[in-house]
């Protein structure tokens, strides 16, 4: 799939792109890592912490996809779609809604 009007209309792609639970897992450690790292940069005051945050983020969740769902990242082809997901998934994981 190419196009979406909406993210309401992609976001069901993108829980099929993630059906594998170790790639959600990959997902939801990497996304809470982005926060740790978010965390430290502002406790330490040292923006340098932030540099880690897309290699967190990107890093766990495209191991997740390379090696674990054999797909390639959304982040590709609908990047700012993808991210949201990001964060609507690690939300719903946290809420029980979507399971790891």
């Not at 890592?33 to 965390?39: G, P, S, T, Y």
Request: proline share 4%.
């Amino acid at each position: 799939m190419s196009g979406f009007a909406s993210f309401r209309e992609f976001y069901p792609y993108y829980l099929n792109e993630h059906s594998d639970r170790q790639c959600r897992r990959m997902h939801f450690v990497g996304s809470t890592l982005v926060l740790a790292v978010i965390v430290a940069a502002l406790v330490t005051g040292n923006a340098w912490w932030l540099l880690l945050a897309p290699v967190m983020g990107y890093g766990f969740a495209w191991v997740g996809h390379y090696v674990f769902e054999k797909n390639r990242p959304a982040t590709f082809t609908h990047p700012l779609y993808s991210l949201m997901g990001d964060w609507v998934m690690y939300w719903e994981i946290l809420r029980g809604k979507v399971k790891i």
